[in-house]
Structure formats: structure tokens, C-alpha cells
């Protein structure tokens, strides 16, 4: 079966390495036998294949080697499983494992375990792979495949140690040589077969024993193995296809990263994606060997890319984590002005072989961070580092913290966008901020029990924000709950239909810049909400869009409308007729008191929100019934502007003043029917509707004469692709929770983009395409005074090219309006038809609202028109 190679003519070689879940079930073997062919075949090369040890045992051993009390019933446990697994791949477990398992056993009445010498503790940690190894090698040998296997450590050698390295890492977190000698190579090309399996994590010591390349070391022994051999490839096949742009078990919404240099790659694997070893990328990169990673169990998958090819992309390319880590900071007066004091603590540092991974300084004070998987970092480590600093300086130790890293090309020049994130931190007690030199990262240090759920939220704020862009597709990828199928598409929208498509075109030839809604997509929404059971009341906040056409059909549909105008009252009443005042609810902030006034005798139905206005003005409120608007004081949490309650909103009665608005109101024969508290945006979680409405029912209890509790608007639109319709059904399902705790109250909500946004467009004439230092923009007749939304929030809206929307989106467009501020951009970057001519009509989707109703003439511009669609 095994040709035999030929040395003269060096064989091209892959190394593939597999990590422990990889290995641990029967199925993946397969895949590891079929991979492996494949490769060879496909590339006309030879493949070593690299594996860890069964997913957990690497645990275990650790265990065993720190001394646990029951290694012995730990070392049996291990045997077993091992045994087990034998058999479910139909081996002969005695002659397949005997010698090992008794290798392992032996280990425990070695002598040295006495004493738990550290070369005995590395071959402890070493039977894991040499378990795992030997299982494969026998199985894709019974499967038919010509499959050596080798002990690495004959073939991996670690380097000599660095003089003040600590006795702990010079055997168990060693690097090893890249240099093969002709011998190495000699020897390594005349392996008798044509595939051959090895171990990962482990190499030969000096001194002839065994060392431990550090835990997650397999990457790293491939990375050697791929070096050493020039492979053409190092593939690290594991349970994730890729390196994302965070743990995406972690953050579900992370992105693949599908193409990376070895700096960014080697940046994010430092920080904390364990994805892939640290000191994993160094030998690949040194030899120009190009990296994948790949996913065992879904191998058709195209994964991460990782050469010095990639064409570097600025922006924020992944979060990591790193937990566990640990803050010494060193106080000293005697600091100041001082020289030499860093060379004297540092001193201490190198003495106990630490070495230091982040520093800050102060006038009085060093704080630096020890990284545990570069250090031993255990008690007995740290007391006695702090008897010797302690002669320096006052000395603190801050653990567990965990260092959180963004990291990507050119952090410097992202500041500016990164306000969300510094706003997410200021919630948190940050010890340390640090920027790398390389300008490849800046780290926050917090403590590990504020760092849980933090990343997920910081993930989405860098997207949100810019900072982190992913719709660069030569970089960004796929996100992880996508590929789990958790992710719904948003449907095509309305005007994709051909009909209606034609109908824009004849309304754009007519005249432009106008909007177009869409009634149809209006009276969708509002039965998707006429369909929640739990509601009772539904209201449109007119604010987002007060066009006529738009208002009768809400009302048709049943719905109130929500006004925070005497002017819009004044629009509805002429707009809808014959539309009862009791419909309209008004909810004013800081209003002229004559508008509440005016509302009372039309019958609207009117909202409150201070103790002051029925002080100043009593006899506006006597006797009246009115709805009640409540500051809750803890609105969307995790950034000021989506924060709506507390003491910076100006909405609101505070409820430190609940009590002594009763009084006042009921001095006055005034009835408060309803409560209301404004949530803040984009809120689908049930356990955050239950909290708000029973804090509600709370004071609606107290107050007495509460019938309606308002929980507001703020549902969400998908405006991008990578926006997920609003949830629904989760959204009905917490509302009936809520109804069946607290049925003695109704429940009201008033919704304003959700029912319009997306049933409007905006139409434009393109009027110029210009190329300029490489970008290409196309202007429109419509600017930042027809739709403001971009320019006042950053915000996305899909533009689309309706006179070609049958061409391939290929090019990116940066699109433009006719206005004189920079701010005049509707998108930076979208993609459209490389054919994109003055004269094309363009539509910006989504623009239902909240364009028109803020559009200005601004420079003088003229409103644009506003046209409906109902077919
Ligand atoms: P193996 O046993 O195959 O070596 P590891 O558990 O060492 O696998 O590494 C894979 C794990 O790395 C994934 O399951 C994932 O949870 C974690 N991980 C952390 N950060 C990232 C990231 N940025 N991208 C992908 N995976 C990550
Ligand atoms: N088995 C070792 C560990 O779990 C090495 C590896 O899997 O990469 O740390
Ligand atoms: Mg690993």
C-alpha cells in the first residue's frame, strides 16, 4: 500500500490537526480518514495528521498532576473512557491500549510522583494525545488507510530555555525549533507511509523527557509540524468553522471572519479566542505557511483563511476575553520623580519568572496584568511575588479580573467611533485601559464577574457604531446563529413586486425627490398587532408619519392615534373625519399649558407627566381625567442614547414624587385612568416587559383608579440585512404573560415606526456619478432635508437602484445629496449596478418614518412630494 517516497524529490506536505471534540466520537474519525485522503489526493501531497486528546482529558491529567486527593480513582475513570471508546470503534482494546493504559497507570507509582517533579507532571499531561493518537492510528488503519503514527516527541524539540525563564514554563509551556536539520528531514521523508498521525501539545525536553507545548499547544505543535515541513498548508480542524469576530458561543451574532493576515490572526488568538494557540501563528508566519480553520463536523463549510496575502482592512475585527487574569498594583509615594523604581519592581518580576503582559501608570502608582496561560499564577506564586515587591511598595492583588480586547488595523483612528463602547465601560469599574504599540488593540481590565454578558453587547455596539465593519465581505462572513439556522431573513420588500415597482417608476417620472407609501404594508402591520390578543388598545403614534392617507387607514384598522401636538390633533381631526376625540390620546412634553387645556375641551384623551403643571395651573386639570406618564428611572440600559428613563430624560413624572402627585390630583377631583412608561427602543425581551409592567401594576394598585396601563412604542424595523424582523411572537407571548398576572388592567401600546417605516420610500433622481481618489459616488435630487435620519443617527437605509434593480449589485457607491454640509450622505458605502447612470431613479427603502414628517427645506430645497400607493 505505501509507496515509497522518494528523497530525492522533497513530498509537498498538509498537516491537519484535530482537536478534542474532534476526536472524541467515531463519526469525526471518519471524517479525520476521509479529510486526510482527500488531501492527499486533491493536492499530490502527504498529510500528517495531528490530534489532541479526547475532549476533557487533558482536564483530568491536570488534575493528576497537581496532585488531586482521588487521582488514583481519576486515573481509572480515564482508562475506562478510553476503553469504552476503544470499542465503539470496534478495536481489540487489549492490544490496541493495554501498553498505554498501563503507561498511565504506571505514572501514578512512579517515584517522582511523590514529589510531583515537573518533568514527571509533563508526562502525566503527555498520555492524553499518546491515548488519542494510538485510537486513530488503529481505526483508519482498520478502515484501510495507510496511516503511520509517530511519537512527536522524536520529532519536535524544545528550545533551549531563556535565562530568567520559570522553572514551570521551561517544561510545561515550552516553544520548540523550526529549523529542521537535513538529518530531521532525511528521516522525517522516509516514514514509511503515506499519511502519518501524531500528537499534538507534546515535544522532547532537553534533557531527553518530555515538554508540554502549554495548554491548547496542539495548534501550536501543527504550526511546528507545518513549518518544519514547509507544508503548503496547517489546517486546524475543530468545533466551529472559523475564527469569528467573537466567541460565538459567547456572542451568537458573531461574524465569521473569513480571511485574516498572521498580525490581526496572532492579535486575536493573544487576546483570548482560544480558537487557535498564540504561539501558533509565529512558525506559520516565518515560513510563509498558510493557515485554515476548519469545522469537523461541517467540513464543506469554507472557514478562516489566514496568509500574509490578505489585504489589510482597518476597523475592529474581533472582541476576546481573556479570564483569570491578575492585576498586581504597586502604590508608592517614594515613586515620585523617582529613577529607577520601575527597573527595581520589574527586577522582582523577572526574578519569579513572570512575565507581564499589560502596564499602567500613574504619578504614584504601576499597575500591571499577569496572563494565566503565559504564567504560573497560583497562590503559593503570587504571596511570595508580593513578599518580595512588598519591600518596594505597597502592593495590591486585584483577582480574578478579565481582560477584555478589541482588536483590529488602526484602533487609533477608531476612537472617535468607539463613544457606545467607552459608555458600556463607564457602567462597569474599569482598573486598567491599554493600548497596544502596534495599534492592533486596546484592552479594558475589569472585574471577571462584570465582564459576563458584557461581550454581546459590546459586539453590537461596535457593528452599531461603525467601528467594527462588517460589511466588508472580504472580511466579514457569515454569523454564527446564521449558520445554526436561528437567524430569520427579513422578507423582500414590497417593491420588488413588479407591479408596484412600475407604479414608483411612473410616480418618479412625474416628479422627485417624493415619498411613496405603500398602504398595503401599513394595514399588514397593523393586523400583525390587531392579531396580539393580550393588547386592547392599540394607538399609532402619528409622529412618524401623519400623511392622511396613512392616519384613515390606521383608523380604519381600529387603531387610536397618538398625538404630542395641538397641531396634530388640529391634522387628525381634519385628515380622518369623523374621527372621535376619545381616539386620540395626547401625550405632550413641556406643552403649553393652553394646549392641554384646548385638548380637555375637544374629549382627547390626555397625558401628564409632573406634579407641577396641576400646581401652576389647577384649574386646566380640575376634575379632569387624565393618563399618568411615568419616569420608572431605569430605561434601556447600556448607552445614554437609548436611555429613556432617569434623571437626564425630561420625560416622565420621577417616582420619588408618585405619592405626592395623588395628592395633588386628588385635591383637584382629578382621575388618573391610565399609566404610561416609554421603554426605550427595540425591546424583544419578555422578562423586561414583565418587569416594566408589574412596576406599572404597582403603582397603578396604589394610585386606584388606573384602567389602562400604556407600555409605549419602540418596536423595531429590520432596516439592514442583518436586521431580524421584530420578534412577535415572543413579543404576544410576554404580553399574555403579563395579562394573566395583572388582568384587572388593559393594556394599551403606541407604536409609530413599526406600522410605517417600512411601507415608505423614498424616490430620487440620480443626477451626477463621480469618481474621486478612488471612490465613486452618485448624487441624488433628494438630500439630508428630505431624509435626516442618516445624518442625524448614523442610520441605514437600503438603497437600491430601481431603474436596474435587475442588474448584480457589484460596486460599491458612496450616495450623496445636493446639500451643503459634509453630513449630506445617505450611505457611505452601498453596493449598486456597476452601470449606475445620472438619470436612474434610486430608492432609499424604509423611509416611512420618520423622513417626511422631519424633512425641512433647508439650503432652500423644496419639501419633497408624497404619493400613496393602494392596490
Ligand atoms: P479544540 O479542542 O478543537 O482545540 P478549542 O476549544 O481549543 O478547540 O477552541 C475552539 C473554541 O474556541 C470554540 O468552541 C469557541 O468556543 C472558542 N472561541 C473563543 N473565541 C473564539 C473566536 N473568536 N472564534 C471562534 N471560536 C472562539
Ligand atoms: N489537549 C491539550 C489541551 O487540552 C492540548 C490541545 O488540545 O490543544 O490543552
Ligand atoms: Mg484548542
Sequence with gaps: MSASPAVSSPDRWIVLKFGGTS?????????????????????????????????????????????????????????????????????????????????????????????????????????????????????????????????????????????????????????????????????????????????????????????????????????????????????????????????????????????????????????????????SIKPCRDAGVPMAILDTERPELPGTSIDGNAEPVPGVKAISRRNGIVLVSMESMAMWQQAGFLSDVFEVFKRHGLSVDL??????????????????????????????????????????????????????????KLSEVWATFGQERVHMISQSSNDLNLTFVIDEADADGLLPVLHEALIDSGAMPVYEGGVFGVRWRELNGQFRPRPLPWWHDAGKRDALLRLAAKSTPTYVYDLATVRERARQLKAIAAIDQRYYAIK???????????????????????????????????????????????????????????????TIDSVEIL???????????????????????????????????????SVQRVDEFIDTARALGLTVTGLHAHMGSGIDNREHWRMMFDELAGFARRIGSVETIDIGGGLPIPYSEDDEPFDLEGYAAGLAEMKQVHPAFRIAIEPGRFLVAESGVLLADATQVIEKDGVRRVGLDAGMNALIRPALYDAWHDIANLSRLDEVRELDFGVVGPICESSDVFAQRVKLPATTAPGDVMLIADAGAYGFSMASTYNLRALPGEEVIDV
Excluded at 384598522?557 to 395641538?566: A, H, M, N, Q, Y
Design 615 to 653: 400646581q401652576r395651573w389647577p384649574e386646566v386639570f380640575r376634575g379632569r381625567r387624565v393618563w399618568l406618564r411615568i419616569d420608572l428611572g431605569h430605561g434601556g440600559g447600556h448607552h445614554a442614547k437609548v436611555n429613556t428613563g432617569g434623571k437626564h430624560s425630561k420625560f416622565g413624572l
Design 359 to 416: 502596564i499602567g501608570t500613574a504619578e504614584t502608582n504601576v499597575t500591571v496584568s499577569l496572563d494565566p496561560s503565559e504564567n504560573l499564577v497560583n497562590t503559593d506564586a503570587l504571596a511570595a511575588l508580593s513578599e518580595d515587591l512588598a519591600r518596594l511598595c505597597r502592593v495590591k492583588i486585584i483577582v480574578p479580573c478579565a481582560a477584555i480586547t478589541l482588536v483590529g488595523r488602526g484602533m487609533r483612528s477608531l476612537l472617535h
Design 23 to 279: 476526536v472524541s466520537r467515531r463519526h469525526r474519525w471518519d471524517t479525520i480518514g476521509k479529510l486526510a485522503k482527500k488531501r492527499g489526493d486533491d493536492n499530490d501531497a502527504r498529510v500528517l495528521v495531528v490530534v489532541s486528546a479526547l475532549s476533557g482529558v487533558t482536564n483530568e491529567l491536570t488534575a493528576i498532576a497537581d496532585g488531586a486527593v482521588d487521582s488514583a480513582r481519576r486515573v481509572e475513570a480515564l482508562a475506562q473512557r478510553h476503553r469504552e471508546f476503544a470499542a465503539e470503534l470496534d478495536l481489540d482494546v487489549e492490544a490496541v491500549l493495554g501498553a498505554r493504559l498501563s503507561a498511565l497507570q504506571g505514572l501514578l507509582a512512579d517515584p517522582r510522583a511523590r514529589s510531583r517533579t515537573l518533568d514527571w507532571q509533563a508526562e502525566v499531561l503527555a498520555q492524553g494525545e499518546l491515548l488519542s493518537s494510538t485510537l486513530g492510528a488503529a481505526y483508519l488503519r482498520a478502515q484501510g488507510l495507510d496511516m503511520g503514527w509517530m511519537d512527536a516527541r522524536e520529532w519536535l524539540h524544545a528550545v533551549p530555555p531563556a535565562p530568567n525563564q520559570s522553572e514551570w514554563s521551561k517544561r510545561l509551556s515550552v516553544n520548540c525549533t523550526t529549523a529542521p536539520s537535513a538529518e530531521w528531514r532525511q528521516r522525517f521523508a522516509t516514514q514509511p507511509s503515506r499519511l502519518l498521525i501524531t500528537q499534538g501539545f507534546i515535544s522532547r525536553h532537553q534533557d531527553g523527557g518530555t515538554a508540554i507545548l502549554g495548554r491548547g499547544g496542539s495548534d501550536t505543535s501543527a504550526a511546528y509540524f507545518g513549518a518544519l515541513l514547509g507544508a503548503k498548508r496547517v489546517e486546524i480542524w475543530t468545533d466551529v468553522p472559523g475564527m469569528f469576530s467573537a466567541n460565538p458561543k459567547e456572542v451568537p451574532d458573531a461574524r465569521l471572519l473569513t480571511r485574516l493576515d498572521y498580525y490581526e490572526a496572532q492579535e486575536i488568538a493573544t487576546t483570548g479566542a482560544k480558537v487557535l494557540h498564540p504561539r
Design 544 to 606: 412618524a408619519n401623519s400623511h392622511p392617507a396613512i392616519l384613515r387607514a390606521l383608523a380604519e384598522e381600529g387603531f387610536g392615534l397618538e398625538c404630542v401636538s395641538l397641531g396634530e390633533i388640529r391634522h387628525v381631526l381634519a385628515s380622518v373625519p369623523g374621527f372621535a376625540p376619545s381616539r386620540i390620546l395626547f401625550t405632550p412634553s413641556f406643552a403649553p399649558p393652553d394646549e392641554y387645556r384646548q385638548a380637555f375641551e375637544l374629549g382627547v384623551n390626555t
